[in-house]
């Protein structure tokens, strides 16, 4: 997925998600309360979102979790 546009697409469409370890379950990108991100120094490939971490607030579990993103296809 090198193309900006498809990320924003698969986001819209509920394909990406986040995994919250309280929780043990994935949650949907676009339901959490994003806090930060943190980028990978060692990655230098074209798809910088998909090499992130994503620091995030659980809506059900209410706790502050990290996680890399997640794409269903």
Known sequence: MSNPAD????????K???FCDECAAPKNF???EHL???ENPSYWGT???WHEVRVFK???CGTTQQSTLHLDE
């Open 7 to 14: 990320f924003i697409r698969a986001c819209s469409e509920g």
């Open 16 to 18: 990406v998600w986040l």
């Open 30 to 32: 676009n339901q959490v």
């Open 36 to 38: 930060r991100t943190v």
């Open 47 to 49: 798809e910088p979102w």
């Open 58 to 60: 659980c809506p059900d």
